[in-house]
């Protein structure tokens, strides 16, 4: 257990210091602006083009890995929908923030160092593949959910062409498309723009746990709702708990795969979450609650996690 605190200690307490240099500062959010302009736009597109482009081509296509993957997050998203759409009352677009806040995780900025640490190389394509295609259906979800409630009052033509816009020019999936094809043709890159990736690549981690501290202490929290404590389960227990029953059931991955995507999936709420939420002005507040909430749980829920695969709690061996 010493060992794999050792491991979280880095990650939380990248955290740590941006909330805590938030705090002492006093600097507003626009402070923050051009840090997550280059984690966006720079260092995570570095990391993921890295990540594709030096793996066998017939390792990036696993479609029944992405989508055993995409059907265990929503089957989540259904979840959460229903037990505030039918038990809890809320609106549709409230419910469409929340099963966000219980099966959106965050994956982008937490992901691709933990798992490249504990797990090592053998993580990079997994979580490549689980970030690029989890985002973009989340880009494709958002907008045609909050259209449906009424929340969206453009034409359907107009936010059908804002989603394909969104989608095929996001940072994350233009440097993984990238990298899909430098590995399917097996180019080799110029050693000069190969190092410029890897120093924006190792950049990518701590400047992003940074930005995200930062980006909760300026969302403190006032008072944590009923509904928070069943998505922060769902988000923590039961998100990865199914994504191992799920692929366990697909059956013929690695174990690194396996373990890699129900590493992904206990984590903790994306920030994207209330940026979804402020966007469509919906269950702000909340979902700034469900962030901080979810990511302070998981400081006791990911060691757990980590025990369980180290201990070969969570075994791959048998799988058809």
């Known amino acids: 257990m010493a060992a794999i605190l050792a491991l979280l200690l880095p ?12 705090k002492a500062s006093r600097q507003g959010a626009e402070a923050l602006g051009w840090m997550n302009t280059f984690i966006i736009y ?7 083009f890295k990540l594709v482009s030096r ?5 990036l296509t696993r479609i029944d890995f ?57 993580a990079a394509v997994p979580v490549a593949l689980i970030v690029c295609f989890e985002n973009a259906l989340h880009f494709i979800v958002a907008p045609a959910m909050m259209a449906l409630s009424g929340g969206d009052r453009r034409p359907p033509l107009a936010v059908a062409g804002d989603v ?21 043709l097996g180019v080799d890159v110029p050693l000069a723009a190969m190092r410029l990736v890897d120093y924006l690549a190792q950049a990518a981690a701590p400047c992003a746990l940074f930005a995200m501290g930062v980006t909760l202490a300026l969302r403190p929290l006032k008072r944590v709702p009923v509904e928070i404590g069943y998505i922060a389960f769902a988000k923590l227990v039961a998100l990865p708990a199914l994504m191992y029953l799920v692929l366990k059931t697909v059956g013929g991955m690695d174990a690194a795969w396996v373990h ?20 469509y002005c919906v269950w702000q507040e909340r979902a700034s609650a469900t962030v901080l909430v979810t990511t302070v749980l998981s400081i006791a829920t990911l060691p757990v996690l980590l025990y369980l695969i180290s201990a070969g709690f969570l075994p791959v061996e048998g799988m058809p």
């Open 11 to 22: 990650f939380f307490g990248l955290i740590l210091i941006g909330y805590s240099a938030a």
């Open 42 to 48: 720079a260092a995570l597109p570095a990391l993921f």
């Open 55 to 59: 793996t066998p081509i017939e390792d």
């Open 66 to 122: 992405i989508l055993a993957q995409l059907f265990a997050v929503y089957s989540i998203y259904v979840l959460i929908f229903l037990i505030g759409y039918g038990l809890r009352k809320a609106s549709f677009a409230e419910c469409t923030i929340q099963a966000f806040g219980g099966a959106y995780g965050n994956i982008g900025y937490m992901g691709p160092g933990l798992a490249l640490l504990v797990l090592g190389e053998q």
């Open 164 to 184: 394909i816009r969104k989608v095929a020019l996001h940072p994350f999936i233009l440097s993984t498309a990238a990298g899909f094809l430098v590995a399917a």
């Open 260 to 279: 890699s995507a129900v590493l992904l999936a206990a984590l903790p709420t994306a920030t994207n979450v209330f940026v979804i939420g402020q966007h």
